[in-house]
């Protein structure tokens, strides 16, 4: 089963908006990671937060985590077109052996 | 570096064959995992490896094979192909501190089984 569901699914926002993409999880986490996966390629590593922190910054993206509510939230300010990609939030299991992935957030922004 | 390389990009199997999907990384990690990749459920992990010799069991491992006999390769193997197998198949590494959490991903490859 899976440990982190996204919310919502799809997103659709003109150039210039902030988009915020939701991650729940189920059981108790070391850290929380967000990918990116562009059209037909693999992923690629976004931002970590470890359970220890509750917001974390890189560049445009912000990475909130609620360990009481057991959820997670990323934001992408000043969106671009080239921000369209589906984004995935991810869990480690069994000392960071399994990563365990939501089913994805699909983001679109239009130009 | 060329990170993590996977081969081939496209592979299309009758049911019952069989084939071995390729990867390999130069960043001399020691993990190194398998996941397929189908619409709607994210990623799902199929085996992973802690080092050469060692090898262990994901959530979906039936109807594949894994051996690590080299840090650098870890190879897939579909030992008689069935649709369901139909997917898009994504290999990863991670560094070897306790701390390095982040994948790396391959490009993938994208399995049909008719």
């Known amino acids: 089963s899976q440990q982190g569901e996204e919310d919502p699914q799809a997103l659709s926002i003109q150039e210039g908006e902030n988009a915020t993409m939701n991650c729940s999880y189920k059981t108790s986490i070391n850290n929380l990671q967000w990918y990116r996966q562009n059209s037909g390629r693999g992923l690629v590593h976004l931002i970590l937060i470890r359970s220890n922190e509750r917001e974390k910054h890189s560049g445009r993206l912000r990475v909130t985590l609620d360990t009481s509510k057991k959820s997670s939230s990323l934001l992408i300010t000043a969106s671009r077109a080239a921000d369209t990609a589906s984004y995935f939030c991810a869990t480690p299991m069994e000392y960071g052996n399994k990563l365990v992935f939501g089913a994805g957030t699909i983001l679109r922004v239009k130009s | 570096n060329a990170g993590v390389t996977q081969t081939p990009k496209f592979q299309v199997l009758k049911t019952g064959q069989s084939m071995t999907l390729q990867c390999a990384q130069d960043m001399n990690h020691e993990y190194m995992s398998w996941y397929r990749q189908d619409p709607g459920m994210g990623l799902r992990l199929i085996h992973y490896s802690v080092g050469a010799g060692i090898t262990d069991q994901g959530e979906v491992p039936n109807g594949y094979n894994v051996s690590r006999s080299t840090t650098e390769d870890f190879p897939l193997r579909l030992l008689s192909a069935a649709p369901s197998q139909t997917s898009v198949y994504f290999c990863?590494?991670?560094?070897?501190?306790?701390?390095?959490?982040?994948?790396?991903f391959g490009p993938g490859t994208r399995l049909t089984v008719t």
């Open positions: 990863a590494s991670r560094g070897n501190r306790v701390s390095s959490y982040e994948q790396y």
